[in-house]
Nanobody
Framework: QVQLVESGGGLVQPGGSLRLSCAASGIFLRIDDMRWYRQAPGKQRELVASITSGGSTNYADSVRGRFTISRDNAKSTVYLQMTSLKPDDTAVYSC??????????????WGQGTQVTVSS
């Protein structure tokens, strides 16, 4: 069984920064893509950023240039560094990880979600 534990959310003023972390634990062969999603009240879930096992990244237009996704494969952890935060960034942020299991199955796991609130 694989578990994802997120941390780093909270309340920040506009223009501030936060770093989210999502650590995977359990028994598996390797982690493929790692992603961050967010969902604001009354809105659809949005893919914020993704990173492949090779380190290629992709960002939503709304966060490009302000957010940076990275990963530490030795720690099975993905990070989301968020800068120049805006009230529109307020949402529950969830990590999503694609994992290849011992039996070579590809499984999709989600973190529990962490609240990010940008407000003065």
């Amino acid at each position: 069984q694989v578990q994802l534990v997120e941390s780093g959310g909270g309340l920040v003023q506009p223009g501030g920064s936060l770093r989210l972390s999502c650590a995977a634990s359990g028994i598996f062969l390797r982690i493929d893509d790692m992603r961050w999603y967010r969902q604001a009240p009354g809105k659809q879930r949005e893919l914020v950023a993704s990173i492949t096992s090779g380190g290629s990244t992709n960002y939503a237009d709304s966060v490009r240039g302000r957010f940076t996704i990275s990963r530490d494969n030795a720690k099975s952890t993905v990070y989301l560094q968020m800068t120049s935060l805006k009230p529109d960034d307020t949402a529950v942020y969830s990590c999503n990880v694609v994992i290849r299991t011992i039996g070579s199955y590809i499984m999709d796991y989600w973190g529990q979600g962490t609240q990010v609130t940008v407000s003065s």
